[in-house]
């Protein structure tokens, strides 16, 4: 295993990718686009990642808009704090 500059850790894992993604991603190394293959590939793995949680939070979030119960609780909620929010008006 080794560590990454965030202090992550990696583990090296074999994979089969399209001749052509490789081609570019060196196309793109050569051209100081990215630091190195290993590294462009990386950097797109993590960017799908994270594209594929934020859309999994808004298929959620599109989902509890539809539940009447989770509507109610949120606008519960709401009503309960807006007197901390006025609270706090003028006193700083």
């Excluded at 594929?52 to 989902?63: F, G, N, P």
Aim: glycine share 4%; proline share 2%.
């Amino acid at each position: 295993m080794l560590a990454t500059a965030s202090g992550d850790v990696s583990v090296k894992y074999t994979t089969v990718l399209p001749k052509a993604c490789i081609e570019e991603m060196k196309n793109l190394a050569d051209k100081k686009m990215v630091p190195s293959v290993s590294q462009g590939i990386r950097l797109a793995i993590e960017q799908f990642i994270t594209l594929q949680k934020k859309q999994a939070y808004t298929d959620s979030l599109k989902e509890a808009a539809q539940d009447e119960a989770f509507i109610k609780r949120t606008m519960d909620t709401q009503d309960a704090f807006s007197i901390v929010d006025d609270e706090g008006v003028g006193s700083w």
